[in-house]
Nanobody, 124 residues
């Protein structure tokens, strides 16, 4: 089973950028479709982005399209999320996870092996 550790979160002003990383242990990362979710206080966990095992066919949540980019480096067992033009409403804990299915409703039930999350705070 893949174990995931996120990093790269922090405090940034609105309009700024951050790049999140998700390092995977285990040999199955390179064959796993992956995704990012986020959860703000008092809200449900929300789909952010997903990418196939070979780095293609990315999908994004409507609220981040055009601002966030998901990518991966299978040689480094690492998943990334480049976040540009950040807004206060992007404030949340960001999680990476393995996609058990690809496509459809992008619900949390279709993902597993969740990391512990990294906090992103965007000030206005």
């Amino acid at each position: 089973q893949v174990q995931l550790v996120e990093s790269g979160g922090g405090l940034v002003q609105a309009g700024g950028s951050l790049r999140l990383s998700c390092v995977a242990s285990g040999r199955t990362f390179s064959s796993s479709n992956m995704g990012w979710f986020r959860q703000a206080p008092g809200k449900e966990r929300e789909f952010v982005a997903a990418i196939t095992w070979f780095g293609g066919n990315p999908f994004y949540g409507d609220s981040v399209k055009g601002r966030f980019t998901i990518s991966r480096d299978n040689a480094k067992n690492t998943l990334y999320l480049q976040m540009n033009n950040l807004k206060p409403e992007d404030t949340a804990v960001y999680y990476c996870a393995v996609a058990q299915t690809y496509g459809g409703t992008w619900s949390t039930g279709n993902f597993g092996s969740w990391g512990q999350g990294t906090q992103v705070t965007v000030s206005s």
